[in-house]
């Protein structure tokens, strides 16, 4: 089994620390920022920022008191003593009180950041049907586990940066301005040290972020191919498929853990051992640059202390900026497999734009359908499924679509629907809500009988109501058989493919549309039951346009569009193509 499909999915530019990556972070942390009502969250980024001064502050303030009290115990001074201990602990508890109240402040923030971005992604993804553009070209492995799963780690490590990069430069640059007054060489050591650490670690972090991102895909690759199991249960199991599906998930499952392991290896040998190193080095440094001034007595032992305090807050600080990089690179593998679906929107925007004078002009409100010259394509262009069709479909007319398999007749309808647009030509459709498209596989939502019937519509309809339509599409067990209109059920599941057919039915009886397009919208019910949904379709009053093989439909409809090969078509009246095909 390849994976190659989630590999083709980023490119070496994608793993690579460098402008591309922070311009990417950039565009997925600006909008959120740069909306009118965010002014919540730039008072709680305040707080945050005031936090961390007042943090820096009694840091500075606590290494004085250090120094007071080490000074007190070796000159037996107790009040002195006493008094720095007694500010000392007050100091501490006080700035311990701010650590809740930020870290609440910090949940607030991630929250309301996730918040606010899952909307705008999810909007993003509905909008002008993108998730349909999506899954038509097949080129964006798991949109909704990004979704999901992604938003989450990259808003708490992007919230973390004013906690991790600017408290460093604030602490850092407070001790050791301090630092400064008192001894100049730890001063020099402990920047020398600071500096080296930085490199060191921004080094051994350029790996991860490949390494995060390999493995992300891999876990995306496994979960996609358990739910194509779940999706496919019933095929497997006719075709006792179970030992391939085990083999083909185990060898996905062994290229997760392969990236899990290579992640777990790196981290021990390299992260550890270049973190042991650098803590040795660090606690010898004091002792080597300030223990030979205080056995000279140019040093008191307060001072020693305070210093080693303010070394290793700038030390702390150094670390900490430092270990924004491993952040950046946990983050790095969410923000490109996000940023990938925002730079999908950017492109459609831009192709909407730029197509104009490649695609099928569609317009809204008339009170027919007519298509004038329309020549269409696939969506990649591969080959040309009509060529120069025109024909017009007015009120209380019907056509029936008919061809051999493979000839664009379903592609026709998607033209319509303004699903499929490349191409030329013009098509006038009726407003939206004056039209009904049903597929051969209905769509059942997550909801309630009632709600799977009236749908797409909300307006109420009494249980009577909703009884007389499932009379009229022959379902008039279905309800007391679930328990019911307000039953909630997995109706995909439940209900056999013949049974959504018939609900697909009820739901154009319900919302009574003007124009209704079928897609082989009977293929699984018998041709009884398919007389009786075409005789409730065509009481209620609407135009309708069927795409199917079965002949029976022709009789149903006022005229028949036969397609043909490359693109060639003929339009004909049901009385002459019904008895050819009998014949």
């Known amino acids: 089994m390849s994976t190659s499909h989630s590999q083709a999915s980023f490119s070496p530019d994608d793993v690579r620390l460098g402008k591309r990556l922070f311009a990417r972070l950039w565009r997925l942390i600006k909008p959120y920022w740069a909306r009118k009502a965010c002014w919540k969250s730039w008072l709680i980024l305040l707080f945050l920022l005031s936090s961390i001064f007042w943090g820096a502050y009694t840091g500075i303030v606590s290494s004085y008191k250090m120094k007071d009290m080490t000074n007190a115990l070796v000159n037996h001074e107790s009040h002195t003593f006493y008094w720095s201990l007694a500010f000392f602990i007050g100091l501490s508890l006080l700035s311990m009180l701010t650590t809740p109240i930020m870290q609440i402040a910090e949940a607030w923030l991630d929250a309301d950041w996730r918040k606010w971005l899952t909307s705008h992604l999810i909007n993003n993804y509905l909008a002008r049907r993108t998730y349909y553009h999506i899954a038509v070209y097949g080129d964006l492995d798991n949109p909704d586990q990004r979704i999901q799963e992604n938003v989450k780690p990259f808003v708490t490590s992007a919230a973390s940066f004013p906690s991790q990069v600017v408290a460093g430069f604030v602490a850092s640059a407070s001790s050791l301005g301090t630092l400064m007054t008192m001894d100049v060489s730890m001063l020099i050591a402990v920047c020398i040290y600071g500096v080296v650490q930085c490199v060191v670690l921004f080094a051994i972090n350029i790996p991860p972020i490949k390494q995060n991102m390999e493995s992300q895909i891999a876990e995306a690759d496994l979960r996609h191919g358990l739910l194509h199991v779940r999706e496919n249960a019933e095929a497997i199991a006719f075709y006792h498929g179970e030992k391939q599906e085990q083999e083909q998930l185990a060898v996905r499952l062994w290229v997760a853990i392969k990236k899990q392991l290579k992640i777990a290896y790196y981290q021990a040998i390299v992260y550890f051992g270049a973190y042991n190193i650098l803590a040795v080095v660090w606690t010898a440094m004091p002792f080597l640059v300030l223990g030979p001034k205080v056995l000279s007595g140019d040093m008191d032992l307060g001072t020693l202390n305070q210093a080693t305090m303010l070394a290793t807050m700038s030390l702390g600080a150094f670390r900490t900026l430092a270990n924004f990089l491993p952040t950046i690179s946990g983050a790095a593998p969410q923000a490109v497999r996000l940023?990938?679906?925002?730079?999908?929107?950017?492109?459609?925007?831009?192709?909407?734009?730029?197509?104009?004078?490649?695609?099928?002009?569609?317009?809204?409100?008339?009170?027919?359908?007519?298509?004038?010259?329309?020549?269409?394509?696939?969506?990649?262009?591969?080959?040309?499924?009509?060529?120069?069709?025109?024909?017009?479909?007015?009120?209380?007319?019907?056509?029936?679509?008919?061809?051999?398999?493979?000839?664009?007749?379903?592609?026709?309808?998607?033209?319509?629907?303004?699903?499929?647009?490349?191409?030329?030509?013009?098509?006038?459709?009726?407003?939206?809500?004056?039209?009904l498209f049903l597929p051969q596989r209905p769509y059942m939502t997550l909801s309630d009988l009632r709600t799977q019937i009236i749908y797409p519509s909300k307006q109420y309809h009494t249980d009577e109501e909703l009884q007389r339509v499932m009379d009229h599409v022959c379902l008039p067990q279905l309800a007391e058989k679930y328990g019911g209109f307000d039953a909630v059920n997995d109706w995909g599941r439940v209900l056999s493919l013949g049974e959504q057919q018939r609900l697909a039915f009820a739901r154009v009886i319900i919302n009574e549309p003007r124009f209704v397009f079928l897609d082989e919208a009977t293929s699984a019910v018998d041709f009884r039951t398919e007389t009786a949904l075409y005789k409730a379709l065509a009481a209620t009053g609407a135009s309708f346009v069927s795409v199917g093989h079965r002949d029976t439909i022709i009789g149903f409809h006022t005229q028949v569009l036969e397609m043909k090969a490359k693109g060639e078509w003929e339009l004909k009246r049901p009385e002459d193509i019904a008895p050819q095909r009998h014949s």
């Open 339 to 435: 940023a990938h679906i925002q730079e999908r929107f950017a492109e459609m925007d831009e192709d909407a734009v730029n197509s104009s004078g490649h695609s099928i002009q569609i317009t809204r409100g008339a009170d027919h359908v007519r298509l004038h010259d329309v020549c269409l394509e696939t969506p990649r262009g591969e080959q040309r499924l009509v060529q120069h069709l025109s024909l017009q479909l007015d009120a209380g007319q019907s056509l029936s679509i008919i061809g051999q398999t493979g000839v664009g007749k379903s592609s026709l309808l998607r033209a319509m629907s303004a699903l499929w647009t490349r191409g030329s030509g013009t098509i006038e459709m009726p407003d939206g809500e004056e039209c």
